[in-house]
Every structure is written in C-alpha cells, then in structure tokens.
C-alpha cells in the first residue's frame, strides 16, 4: 500500500510536468517507477549530504521513466549551442602584401 504523502507527492508530480497516462494500470506502472526513482534520489542525496559525492540530485519531468526510456527520449541530445562563443578569425589589414621571391637568411638574423 502507498503512503497518502506518496501519493500526493505523485499527485503533484503529475500536476507539474502535465503528465496523464492511457489508463490506471500504466499510471501504476509509472507510479512504481516514480517511487523508484524518488527513493534513489533521496539515497544519493544522504551521501551529498554526508560529503561522499559532490553533487545532489532531484526528479524532473523524466522521473517516470526507466533508464532506457530515458535514454531513447534523450539520445543524441546535445543542448542549443551557442554560435556566439568561440573564435573568430580576422585577417590583418594587408592581408595580400607583396613577399619577395627569395630570401638569403645568411645576411638576415
């Protein structure tokens, strides 16, 4: 049996990332999978908080998913890329000044 703070913390899960689901067996499905994830969350956040990892975690909207399901959604996601970041090339002014042909660099130093 789940908890009532369980299920209201489902209940708002819900109600934040929009989610509804084709029936009561797949919303239990994901349910189960939401316990899941929250639990493992609320473990690696005990060891943030005992310094033994350096970051700390949280669910999101992918917290009724499972792994692979995750990874099928996210695959290959790279972020918007900032074009504006980087390098640019700019040529000197006399970009095409005359070279001599030769040089002796025995007189040059």
Same mark, same amino acid.
């Given at each position: #049996? *789940? /908890?009532? %703070?369980?299920?209201? $913390?489902? +209940?708002?899960?819900?109600?934040?990332?929009?989610?509804?689901?084709?029936? *009561? !067996? $797949?919303?239990?499905?994901?349910? @189960?999978?939401?316990?899941?994830?929250?639990?493992?969350?609320? +473990?690696?956040? &005990?060891?943030?908080?005992?310094?033994?990892?350096?970051?700390?975690?949280?669910?999101? =909207?992918? /917290?009724?998913?499972?792994? =692979?399901?995750?990874?099928?959604?996210? !695959?290959?996601?790279?972020? $918007?890329?900032?074009?504006?970041?980087?390098?640019?090339? %700019?040529?000197? +002014?006399?970009?095409? *000044? &005359?070279? #001599?042909? /030769? *040089?002796?660099?025995?007189?040059? @130093?």
């Amino acid at each position: #049996p *789940i /908890s009532a %703070i369980a299920k209201e $913390e489902w +209940e708002l899960f819900k109600l934040k990332h929009n989610k509804t689901y084709g029936d *009561i !067996n $797949e919303e239990t499905v994901r349910m @189960n999978i939401f316990m899941e994830n929250k639990l493992q969350v609320i +473990e690696h956040n &005990k060891l943030y908080e005992q310094n033994l990892t350096t970051f700390q975690m949280d669910t999101n =909207h992918l /917290s009724d998913m499972l792994v =692979h399901e995750v990874v099928a959604v996210l !695959n290959g996601y790279r972020g $918007e890329r900032d074009e504006s970041q980087g390098s640019v090339y %700019i040529p000197p +002014e006399d970009d095409f *000044i &005359k070279l #001599p042909r /030769s *040089i002796d660099w025995r007189t040059r @130093n």
